[in-house]
C-alpha cells in the first residue's frame, strides 16, 4: 500500500521568506511524486513531479522540490515567499510498478498561510 | 482551452435518496478519475477508467456507489441510498494518453441532510 503524510497542518511564513511544506511517502517500487495546490473554490492545480533523474525539480510559480530517496522525502520549498501563496498545498505518490495503476494517494495537505 | 468540468457545483439531498454527479473530461483526455474529499482531509482515490472501461474501482467504498463512462468521455458517479457520511467535495480528473498528469476539475460538494 501506498500513503503520504504531511506532518504539518498549517505552515505560517512571512512575505519574502522562504518557505518550506513537508512530505514523506512509502510506495512499492520507485516512486512517482507530485505536488498540488488548491485554492478556495477552485480545483487542484499541478505545481510539480518527480518521475526520474535530477533530485530537484522545479515547477510552477517559483516553486521547487527536493525528492530525498534514502530519507523518503519530497519537501515543497519557495525562496521567498509571496501573500498569493497562501493556499491547501497537497503532496501525492503514485507506485512506479504498472500493476499499481494511475491512482494518486494524497497527504492530508498542508495550509500555507503567508503574511504580508 | 476549457478544463475538467464538474456538474453541479453543489447538491443538497435528503438521506436515503439517490443521486447523480457528472464529468465532462478535458476533451480527447482518455483517463478519467474520480476522488473524495472530506473535510480537512486529502483527496481519496474512487475510481479510474481507461476509455469506457473501469480500470480500477478499488476505492469505491461500498456497493451503493457506481461510476460509468458509456462513450470513453462524459462520467458519471452514482450514490445510491446516500448517508450523511457522504458527504464530502467529489473531484474528476482527466488525464491525456501517454501521460500520469491529473487534471482536476472544480468538484461537486454534496451535502446530504
Known amino acids: 500500500a501506498q500513503s503520504v503524510a504531511q506532518p504539518e497542518d498549517q505552515v505560517n511564513v512571512a512575505e519574502g521568506n522562504p518557505l518550506t511544506v513537508k512530505c514523506t511517502y512509502s510506495?512499492?517500487?520507485?516512486?512517482?511524486l507530485f505536488w498540488y495546490v488548491q485554492y478556495p473554490n477552485r480545483g487542484l492545480q499541478f505545481l510539480l513531479k518527480?518521475?526520474?533523474?535530477?533530485?530537484l525539480v522545479k515547477g510552477s510559480y517559483g516553486f521547487e522540490a527536493e525528492f530525498n530517496k534514502s530519507q523518503t522525502s519530497f519537501h515543497l520549498k519557495k525562496p521567498s515567499a509571496l501573500v498569493s501563496d497562501s493556499a491547501l498545498y497537497f503532496c501525492a505518490v503514485r507506485g512506479g510498478f504498472k500493476a499499481a495503476g494511475n491512482k494518486l494517494t494524497f497527504g492530508g495537505g498542508t495550509r500555507v498561510l503567508v503574511k504580508p | 482551452g476549457a478544463g475538467v468540468s464538474q456538474t453541479p457545483s453543489n447538491k443538497v439531498t435528503e438521506k436515503g435518496k439517490y443521486v447523480e454527479l457528472r464529468c465532462d473530461p478535458i476533451s480527447g483526455h482518455t483517463a478519467l478519475y474520480w476522488y473524495r474529499q472530506s473535510l480537512g482531509q486529502g483527496p481519496e482515490f474512487l475510481i479510474y477508467?481507461?476509455?469506457?472501461?473501469?480500470?480500477?474501482d478499488s476505492g469505491l467504498p461500498n456497493d451503493r456507489f457506481f461510476a460509468v463512462r458509456p462513450e470513453g468521455s462524459v462520467s458519471t458517479l452514482k450514490i445510491q441510498r446516500t448517508e450523511r457520511g457522504d458527504s464530502a467535495v467529489y473531484l474528476c480528473?482527466?488525464?491525456?494518453?501517454?501521460?500520469?498528469?491529473?487534471?482536476f476539475g472544480p468538484g461537486t460538494r454534496l451535502t446530504v441532510t
Open positions: 518527480y518521475i526520474t533523474g535530477d533530485n
Open positions: 510506495v512499492s517500487g520507485n516512486p512517482y
Open positions: 480528473a482527466s488525464s491525456p494518453a501517454g501521460t500520469d498528469l491529473q487534471y
Open positions: 477508467f481507461q476509455g469506457t472501461g473501469a480500470a480500477d
